[in-house]
């Protein structure tokens, strides 16, 4: 029997749940899906990430008005998919801010995203009507920006730390209560989307780069909060491991001559004992081996997601 085509087959709104993490510094979790973070300034809010539509994002920041009615005065885009931008009107933000290759992905391959995106996962994209359209940031940058607080909350530093999950990847650091909101370049018990990615600096220098800041609260992208060294280093390593394996084993099929299909099976059986039961391991693997292979093969920029290329990837491989 055919599995469902990526998420189709989930149809569950997963609950949210809001966490404290310091003095107006909060963390709104989903179960696995998408995860969000809010930062009050003085007589502000920053908030990162936007989630896929303003139905979505406007619950997601009521939880938050349940703790400061401070306006949005930035909105922080971790990077282009639209799971993680397209709720950007909801929060009526001052500025909206990313890297400036994610400005670039955005207007090189935004509609296609969307569309594949929504296509693949449709329950995270509920009430798609309330979307008015791409978000594009006001402001962006290339290795970091520093937001002042005010008062005597210091500063929330934005980070380039090097190439992922996408090649414009940010994370939000709060130096001041060692507190680190990840975006996917980490993920904390959930199973990696690693489609646009860039695994090989990943798994090296740009988690190394993450582990170096010596965060004692990490918000992944997905899944649960990691609280105290121990937790982040294990959400660190498990990230790194998956990468590893991942690479390892379809950089095997590869060298020998073998096809994408063998690479496909060699990368479910060695990931799925450990991985296979967090959450969109299934949907996320075709589309990770498509992506690895393609490097492999030179192809340094990731090829566009389309809709329809999905579907004929998903059926080659995943069935």
């Known amino acids: 029997m055919s599995k469902p085509f990526a998420s189709t087959g989930e149809t569950r709104v997963k609950q949210q749940t809001l966490e404290v993490l ?6 709104v979790t989903a179960e696995g899906d998408p995860n969000f973070g809010a930062v009050e300034g003085e007589d502000y809010l920053v ?27 930035h909105l922080v885009l971790s990077h282009y998919h639209a799971a993680r931008v397209l709720g950007a009107s909801a929060f009526e933000p001052d500025v909206i801010i990313a890297h400036a290759q994610t400005k670039a992905l955005i207007e ?30 006001d402001v962006t940058f290339t290795d970091g920006l520093s937001i002042d607080l005010g008062g ?8 380039f730390l090097g190439r992922g999950h996408t090649s414009g990847d940010i994370v939000a650091w709060l130096p001041r209560h060692k507190v680190l909101f990840a975006g996917d370049l980490v993920e904390t018990q959930a199973a990696l989307y690693t489609g ?9 220098e740009t988690l190394d780069r993450v582990a ?28 790194r491991g998956f990468l590893t394996t991942l690479i390892n084993t379809v950089q095997s099929v590869h060298a020998r001559g073998g096809d994408l299909k063998e690479a496909f099976e060699a990368a479910h059986g060695a990931l799925e004992p450990q991985y296979g039961s967090w959450p969109i391991f299934e949907h996320c693997l075709p589309f990770d081996v498509a992506r690895l292979w393609e490097e492999l093969s030179g192809g340094e920029h990731p090829s566009v997601w389309t809709a329809e290329r999905d579907r004929q990837v998903w059926a080659q491989l995943q069935h």
């Open 196 to 204: 646009d990615a860039y695994h090989r600096e990943w798994a090296t």
């Open 47 to 73: 908030c990162f990430e936007a989630l896929a539509t303003p139905t979505v994002a406007r619950r997601t920041l009521a939880m938050v008005r349940e703790h400061t009615d401070k306006p949005v005065r």
């Open 212 to 239: 170096a800041l010596g965060a004692e609260v990490l918000v992944g992208g997905r899944g649960v909060i990691a609280r105290g060294r121990d937790e982040v280093s294990a959400a660190i390593a498990q990230t």
């Open 22 to 27: 310091a003095d107006g510094v909060y963390a």
């Open 108 to 137: 090189e391959r935004g509609k296609q995203d969307w569309d594949s995106e929504q296509g693949r996962f449709p329950v995270l994209f509920e009430d798609p009507d309330s979307v008015p359209g791409l978000t594009r940031p």
């Open 152 to 159: 005597d909350r210091g500063e929330l530093q934005l980070l």
